[in-house]
């Protein structure tokens, strides 16, 4: 009796085990297990979430690298300068070095970028711990590891879309994305815990080491087909941007350029402004990225609340929160503009989803990658030209100043488009109604008689020029007189 009722127990906790690993399962969308039970597609995504934290950290080892190596009273400009040089050159690169890398395959191109990150923040690494690292030095290295930075990411989405295939793309790019935003979140934090012990040298190697990782794992992956081996098409914009001006797109482009290019003073001004103003620590500025992050994040689960709205409404409320959101820095204390920024985070999370979204929804699925390749070729200049110029603005008037000056110049980008893209609406409105009015039976009455002496008045014309003509040849062809 006993045994029989040991049976029983433990094929009532086997069915409770199975029930609860099957809820568990239903949890997880059947998309994500099928590209996470591929093995390659672990090891990519490993790479890729571990190159990520390393961003995460440069966050504030390349900025705070740079306020220690700041000429005297130039240290705004120097973080602006330093900032830039880690992204800017990637787009000269781009341009410049499409006839080598365009036929290269996708592994080749991510092998080449991740080890030259790697090999150019070691340098910088080894230099500081040497002591023979000086400012100009350090803002050549930074251009120097990004040239290849465009190139890499096409390779990384490259392969990232052979091993997702045409039915587990978006599940792939999805979950690289949520690394990212998880990293965003990390990141500055593990940098302000590590800094202290381990010296910021040691950040920057830490940084090397994970885009020497990427770089092996990527080599590592093998695809189920030969695409990623493939040259990579990277002439997809030129038609791109006539599709944008034919989809009346170039005015949420504009938006979304200003609105990152005001943005990106707030990259220099943040850490300068932690700094000098508040005279603390790299751990104060990792918790200021920490608080945006946490905010990106929760928005980002929401997000799919807003598809039933109008997008772009939605899109002009993002870009005045934000900038809202910056305002308080120039007079209030620490504790408030933490809220701010996470805030800001919440707030400024939704905005690249739903702008794609308006994208998809403008363009068929055979014109939407040329059309997003344009967008990107225009966009991807607009924050390091905004960090270059946040430079010179800091040190003119000041960290806090600048943070204040950038919201307020977004809220009145806002505001500016919200008028224009109304006019538009209504000027679009009246000429409908126009053409409604234009198509109406009424219209088609009172126009019937113009028509009507409009045919009149033809016909009489026809008649009298026939007898003219007539009369004409009659003259001309009668008999002639003689000499």
């Not at 008028?419 to 039976?441: E, F, L, M």
Request: net charge positive; proline share 5%; aromatic share 8%.
């Amino acid at each position: 009796m006993s045994s029989r009722t040991e049976e029983v127990r433990r094929q009532g906790e086997s069915d409770a085990l199975v029930a609860v690993s099957q809820k568990r399962r239903s949890l997880i969308p059947a998309v994500y297990r099928r590209l996470l039970s591929d093995a390659q597609t672990r090891r990519l995504l490993l790479g890729l979430g571990v190159s990520a934290l390393g961003d995460g950290m440069s966050t504030v080892s390349i900025a705070w690298l740079a306020v220690l190596l700041a000429p005297s009273g130039h240290v705004g400009v120097f973080v602006g300068i330093a900032v830039a040089a880690y992204t800017l050159p990637g787009v000269v690169g781009a341009l410049a070095l499409g006839r080598f890398l365009r036929h290269r395959p996708a592994r080749v191109l991510v092998l080449a970028h991740t080890w030259l990150r790697a090999g150019f923040l070691a340098t910088i690494a080894i230099l500081w711990a040497t002591g023979n690292l000086v400012p100009d030095v350090y803002v050549a290295l930074l251009a120097g590891s990004s040239v290849l930075n465009a190139w890499g990411n096409a390779g990384q989405y490259t392969m990232l879309s052979e091993l997702g295939g045409p039915e587990g793309r978006l599940g792939a790019n999805s979950l690289s994305s949520a690394q990212v935003a998880i990293a965003v979140i990390v990141g500055p934090v593990l940098a302000g815990l590590l800094l202290r012990p381990l010296g910021i040298g040691a950040l920057i190697a830490l940084d090397a080491a994970s885009f020497a990782f990427l770089g092996i794992m990527a080599w590592r992956t093998q695809v189920s087909t030969a695409t990623a081996d493939e040259p990579v098409n990277t002439r997809t914009a030129e038609s791109g941007f006539r599709l944008l001006r034919r989809l009346h797109l170039m005015s949420l482009i504009i938006l979304t350029w200003l609105f990152f290019f005001l943005y990106g003073p707030v990259e220099v001004a943040l850490p300068v402004y932690v700094a000098h103003d508040l005279h603390a620590d790299a751990g104060l500025l990792g918790t200021y990225w920490t608080a945006f992050g946490i905010g990106a994040l929760v928005a980002a689960l929401i997000t799919g609340t807003l598809r039933n709205r109008n997008i772009r409404r939605v899109t002009l409320l993002i870009v005045a929160g934000w900038g809202a959101c910056l305002l308080p820095f120039v007079f209030a204390p620490v504790g408030v503009t933490l809220v701010c920024f996470a805030l800001g985070g919440l707030i400024y999370g939704p905005f690249i989803p739903l702008t794609y979204a308006l994208f998809q929804s403008s363009t068929t699925g055979s014109h939407l990658p040329t059309v997003l390749a344009a967008r990107s070729a225009i966009i991807m200049v607009a924050t390091p030209l905004g960090t270059a110029i946040g430079g010179p603005l800091v040190g003119t008037i000041g960290a806090a100043q600048t943070l204040t000056a950038s919201g307020a110049a977004t809220v009145l980008l806002a505001v500016l488009t919200g008028i224009i893209w109304t006019r538009k609406a209504r000027d679009k409105d009246a000429d409908a109604r126009g053409k409604s009015k234009s198509g109406s039976p009424a219209f088609k009455e009172q126009s019937q008689p113009d028509q009507k002496t409009a045919g009149r008045l033809f016909s009489s014309y026809r008649y009298f020029s026939v007898r003219k003509s007539l009369r004409v040849v009659h003259f001309s062809s009668g008999p002639k007189r003689p000499n």
